[in-house]
């Protein structure tokens, strides 16, 4: 069965006309399915799903919404679905649910394509945005309502809504209606209406979106241990690239319908296969400057092209790269994350001058913006590092951190 819980706190319209509304989520969420005796524990190994998407299309008229895209989320993983607005994330988790028809491709859980069977078949929790509790029933009646639906009994149902409960540390609240509740306690509600039958998976769509910034941190710590303690697997959208570094054992990065990179959040970060990848992931992103690299004996300059007479030198590993690539004289991009350019402030021998452009105080950090020929780069320093702006100063670019793309495909050499 899926446990729908709809994008908006009114049970109204899901944002898109021919999405399901959130009255036929609410009717999937009444519909009849098969009895769950099982109750909530922290016991590992039980009720979980591995998910695989080939080749899968969704298009929306003309609009290709999803193309031939593939991904595969492992039993008990935190898979997080990173990209702009519009890239087809919902679209993506939405076809894993059965709210949409995809129109190619196979959607695998477990053993079993599921492409043929309905929403309320697959068995996962979908998780929306902004919670639609029952604002009528308390929160233990919001909590125990599917098991209630299942028939369960009441002995069983106080044991469940108790374990959820527990873990969720919502004891307190459970005679409270939600109009008594934060944001961050409804959403707490919800998802412990989405654990209380114990669902193969959770699918959620940016389920801490709306929350200001300081109790957003606070919840991705909780939903991160909360998927430890319970372990089951996780597709979870959002288009915040701190959230998916910081929860996601794996991200995978989309960008119009097409998935560019899945991988380990530090293998995303340290070897993005493209301009795109690097910039969105990284805050700041990655630094890129136009160059063309020339052999000089057996090393490499890259020079500027949007100032020739500066150059960044580089060894001879830099040199075999390029040259295996076949890469020399050609437009690329170099990339450099702002943590690996070192500013000196005296002139220093093979460092290229720069001046200081921009100083952004971060606390812990500064993000300083530098005048590199007429490219501006941002590099982080330490918080007590003193520059003013305008000062000269010479910078290295920390070369086995150096990236380079072809400037016309963008993709990493
Ligand atoms: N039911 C629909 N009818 C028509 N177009 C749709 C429908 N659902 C999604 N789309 C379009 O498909 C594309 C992908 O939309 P989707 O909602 O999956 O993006 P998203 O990555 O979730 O974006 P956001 O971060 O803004 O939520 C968009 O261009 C969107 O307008
Ligand atoms: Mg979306």
Redesign the pocket.
């Known amino acids: 069965m899926l446990l729908c819980i709809t994008r908006s706190k009114v049970f109204g319209d899901t944002?898109?006309?021919?999405?399901p509304s959130a009255a036929v989520n609410a009717a999937m969420y009444h519909q009849k399915h098969s009895v769950i005796n099982h109750r909530l524990t922290k016991e590992r190994g039980r009720n979980m799903a591995e998910i695989r998407l080939v080749n899968i299309v969704?298009r929306?008229?003309k609009?290709e919404?999803?193309k031939k895209l593939n991904l595969e989320i492992a039993d008990r993983e935190f898979l997080v679905l990173l990209?702009?607005?519009?890239?087809?994330?919902?679209?993506?988790?939405?076809s894993i649910a059965g709210l949409?028809a995809v129109d190619e491709g196979e959607i695998w859980i477990d053993n079993k394509i599921v492409n043929e069977l309905r929403a309320s078949e697959r068995d996962i929790a979908f998780v929306f945005q902004l919670y639609a509790l029952y604002p009528h029933l308390t929160v233990y009646k919001n909590i125990s309502f599917p098991l209630e639906t299942q028939g369960m009994n009441k002995k069983d149902i106080d044991k469940s809504v108790m374990d959820v409960a527990g873990i969720l540390k919502i004891e307190h609240i459970l005679k409270k209606k939600p109009s008594a509740l934060s944001g961050g306690d409804m959403q707490r509600v919800a998802l412990g209406r989405s654990m209380v039958r114990r669902p193969k998976a959770f699918l959620m769509?940016?389920p801490i979106g709306t929350l200001d910034a300081k109790f957003r941190e606070v919840m991705r710590t909780e939903l991160k241990r909360l998927h430890i303690d319970i372990g089951a697997t996780t597709v979870y959208?959002t288009?915040d690239q701190v959230e998916a570094m910081s929860m996601g054992d794996r991200i995978a990065v989309?960008k119009e319908?097409v998935m560019h990179q899945v991988g380990k959040p530090e293998e995303v970060y340290d070897n993005p296969v493209n301009l795109f990848v690097a910039n969105f992931i990284g805050s700041p992103g990655m630094n890129f400057i136009d160059v063309v690299c020339a052999k000089s004996d057996h090393n490499t300059k890259a020079v500027l092209s949007s100032n020739k007479e500066v150059c960044f030198q580089f060894s001879k590993e830099v040199y075999n790269r390029l040259e295996e690539k076949r890469a020399f004289s050609k437009k690329l991009v170099l990339g450099i994350r702002p943590e690996w350019i070192r500013i000196e402030k005296k002139k220093t021998e093979n460092l290229v001058p720069a001046e200081i452009y921009v100083i952004e105080p971060l606390g812990p950090s500064k993000i300083v913006d530098l005048k590199v020929g007429n490219d501006i780069i941002k590099a982080r320093t330490g918080a007590d590092f003193e520059v003013g702006i305008g000062d000269r100063v010479w910078i290295e670019l920390i070369e086995k951190k150096v990236h380079f793309f072809d400037k016309q495909s963008g993709n990493a050499l």
């Open positions: 944002g898109y006309p021919n999405r969704k929306f008229g609009l919404a999803v990209g702009p607005s519009g890239c087809g994330k919902t679209t993506t988790l939405r949409e769509d940016e959208v288009h989309m319908g």
